[in-house]
């Protein structure tokens, strides 16, 4: 269907163009009427009425061409806007269908990189061995980056942020993309690059469309300059940010640019230039950028190369752990009593190693309601739980979000963590305006949920 607001100016002006015609219709008919009667009692002659007549045909046919350009326009109008709508829910669909595989991906990688982190911190083990186990551990890191390519054509929420340094997200983002390729890649990263609070999978998504169009418009092999500098944004340098501590990401490339008549659509969702793009990329990835209250510029010259230019506001908050193999992990809370509902069987034990592994107290739930249960049943004894980690989506079941108003209900004060592979819920961005004190992304490593735990009881 054509939206209502076209619908109206359409029909407005077939009727006004139906109205000029029989308008123009009764005129000339009245005008030929006239002529007649003037030519029967002789006061006009025939050669006259031929030409007035011959003028009025060619005054219907005109309106009538007129006409008929207006119904064809509105055609194509509709057609474009049917075939638009029919692109839109395949995309949709795609999305439906990642958002699925990256959850259940993230499940069974959390799975696999949770009993290699439990191996890897056994005593016992040789270096041959564990050097193994090392390994295999940053092969499943990197298959985390395959989730990411999954969720470009995902409905992903709003970013889950954590302090983070932008030097590693950035090397290992670029490198992801350029593995194999002839393009080479040149980084100009300082030291002391300032901190900035990001979802690391959403920046990582922006740095690989940017480095892969780069990449596609640099024929032939040649260099991709990514560097990054603190600045002080000023209004001169960026209008549309306000004043403060930015980190300035470039990337430029030597490619073949764009040309003029196309850079300002660039970023329109479905544009693209190539064959068979799906023109999301650079949409997604403007739409990252201003969730992290950043900006996101773009120059050109063509033939000589491409510059994208991002704004990150810089954070003095302290960095937040950064998924890599795994070293023997130390608790810093004491032993503490915690309730984990999951509805994997495999997340749950591997959950549950690792918290031994730690020291804690641990019980599991299927689901919601036994969680809630549980804990009913853990406060009518005086024996509470401490801290509960709940898995966000649960088919079927009651999910991390219904069963923590209840858990709320009956206790205000409890310590709760939400936990998801993927979700559009804005639970996992928003987490502590939903009673939670905070939130964790699968797959995650011990020394992850480690670092999570603490701040729940140190920093809270």
Known sequence: MIPRILQILIKTSIWNMLWISVLCSEILTAL???????????????????????????????????????????????LKHQQEQLKARKLESVGVLAGGIAHDFNNILTAILGNFNLAILDKDLNSRTKNLLVNAEKACWRA??????????????????????????????????????????RYDIPDDLWMVEIDRGQISQVIQNIVLNASHATVGGGTIVISCENIKAIENELMSVKKGRFVKIT??????????????KIFDPYFSTKQGGSGLGLAITQSIVGKHNGHLLVASVPGSGTTFTIYLPATDL????????????????????????????SLR??????????????????????????FEVAMASGDKFDLVILDLTVPGGIGGGDAAKEILACDPEAKLIVSSGYSNSPIMASCRDYGFCDAIVKPYSLEKLSGVIEKAFILD
């Open 32 to 78: 030929m009427n006239s002529l007649i009667s003037l030519v029967w009692w002789g006061e006009v002659s025939v050669e006259l009425l031929l030409i007035g007549s011959i003028d009025a045909l060619v005054v219907s046919f005109m309106v009538t061409v007129i006409i008929i350009g207006i119904f064809k326009y509105i055609k194509q109008i509709e």
């Open 349 to 374: 034990d591997v959950s549950k190693g690792m918290l031994t592994s730690l020291g804690h107290e641990v019980k599991l739930a299927e689901d919601g309601r036994e969680a809630i249960e549980l």
């Open 318 to 345: 302290g960095v937040g752990l950064v998924q890599g193999p795994t070293e023997v992990a130390c608790s810093k809370v004491g032993k503490i009593k915690v309730l984990i509902m999951d509805d994997e069987e």
């Open 251 to 264: 990337i430029e490339d030597s490619g073949v640019g764009i040309p003029v008549k196309v850079i300002e």
């Open 144 to 185: 985390q980056g395959l989730t990411q390519q999954l969720l470009t054509f995902a409905k992903g929420g709003e970013p889950v942020k954590e302090t983070s340094p932008l030097d590693l997200v950035i090397r290992d983002s670029a490198g992801f993309v350029l593995s194999g390729d002839t393009v080479a890649c």
